[in-house]
């Protein structure tokens, strides 16, 4: 299978404990992104890569968030200190670059889904 | 007001029947657009891009307005297998990429 991977699928943790999420992307594709999905509403951007740098990172991503893509390839995703409001489904996507004059489609991966405890 | 706008629905239909979802969007920059779909608790998957002449792949059809910022979703001949959530997104640059909320499709016998 050649599609985005995520890892773990599902993780429960307790309150105050520290995460870390991967993705590989498609293996051709330079586009990283994480999203964030809870019920009943769209993704909601975190952050996004172009090869191993990180360009883009939305206002609601708190300290607690950090995301690392060292080698332009696999990507992590650590949330430190969770918190209930942290529970959501976490969701990477990749996409290659810029072509025929417009931005390429994302691919999604399934999904790790985080419970707090 | 959001960004990226979706009338939430549900929309219930019977099979056969043509539908059609409507997306407004409030950046006049914006410069992509997409339709996906998303079945419960699973990942959002392409359906199609929006390009500005129109675009249609078999009962589906996408339109882009730009000067009246929205994308549309057409479905005819609407199947069963057609239930679930259509998100659209809207992207301004690359790093920039908007959801909307979805709308909720079920179709039924």
């Known amino acids: 299978d050649t599609g985005v991977s995520q890892d773990p699928r599902h993780k429960i943790t307790k309150r105050g404990q520290n995460v870390t999420f991967r993705c590989d992307p498609i293996s051709e594709h330079n586009r990283l992104y994480w999203y964030r999905q809870t019920l009943g509403q769209g993704p909601e951007f975190l952050t996004y890569?172009?090869?191993?740098?990180?360009?883009?990172k939305s206002r609601l991503l708190s300290d607690r968030f950090s995301a690392e893509r060292p080698k332009g390839s696999f990507s992590t995703l650590e949330i430190q200190r969770t918190e209930q409001g942290d529970s959501a489904m976490y969701l990477c996507?990749?996409?290659?670059?810029?072509?025929?004059?417009?931005?390429?489609?994302?691919?999604f991966g399934d999904g790790t889904r985080l419970s707090i405890l | 007001r959001k960004e990226v706008e979706q009338d939430p629905g549900p929309f219930n239909v019977p099979e056969g029947a043509t539908v059609a979802f409507n997306c407004t969007y409030s950046n006049s920059a914006s410069q992509s657009f997409f339709w996906y779909r998303q079945d419960c608790r699973k990942e959002p998957k392409l359906l199609m891009s929006?390009?500005?002449s129109g675009n249609e792949d078999g009962r589906f059809t996408a339109q882009l307005n730009r000067a009246s910022q929205y994308i549309s979703l057409l479905i005819r001949d609407s199947k069963l297998s057609d239930s679930a959530t259509y998100l659209c997104?809207?992207?301004?640059?690359?790093?920039?990429?908007?959801f909307g909320d979805g709308t909720t499709l079920t179709v039924k016998p």
């Open positions: 997104v809207v992207i301004v640059n690359a790093g920039k990429s908007t």
């Open positions: 890569f172009q090869n191993e740098a990180q360009l883009e």
């Open positions: 996507a990749s996409s290659s670059s810029w072509d025929l004059g417009r931005n390429q489609p994302q691919h």
């Open positions: 929006v390009y500005s």
